[in-house]
């Protein structure tokens, strides 16, 4: 068993040997990069908007679409404990649809 594991270590060695041996060797492309980089944007101070609501940012789009699809996602939004009932019912289905594939034993006694 042992002389059979330690020559497939050494034909899986001599195989990746081979496999990563042959092939093309790299060649560096010759691309011609400037020392300095500039945009062609002028580069500005940035200006946060602090005062623009954190809360309803999507407010300042001014898009009724975009407020109902936010109130509807917060409407069907589910706390942390009621996530958890609806895992603990769907593995109580689960169990419930996948009983018949389960061993069941019934014992009767007799006098």
Request: aromatic fraction near 12%; proline fraction near 6%; hydrophobic fraction near 40%.
């Amino acid at each position: 068993m042992k002389s059979h594991l330690l020559l497939i270590l050494i034909a899986e060695g001599l195989w990746s040997a081979v496999a990563f041996a042959g092939g093309p060797k790299y060649t560096k492309p010759d691309v011609t990069v400037p020392q300095n980089w500039q945009s062609s944007i002028p580069w500005k101070q940035a200006s946060p908007s602090d005062a623009l609501p954190k809360n309803s940012w999507w407010t300042v789009f001014n898009d009724p679409v975009l407020d109902d699809l936010i109130c509807y996602a917060y409407k069907q939004n589910l706390t942390l404990r009621q996530a958890g009932f609806r895992v603990m019912a769907a593995r109580a289905r689960s169990l419930r649809r996948n009983a018949a594939w389960r061993v069941s034993t019934t014992f009767t006694s007799s006098t």
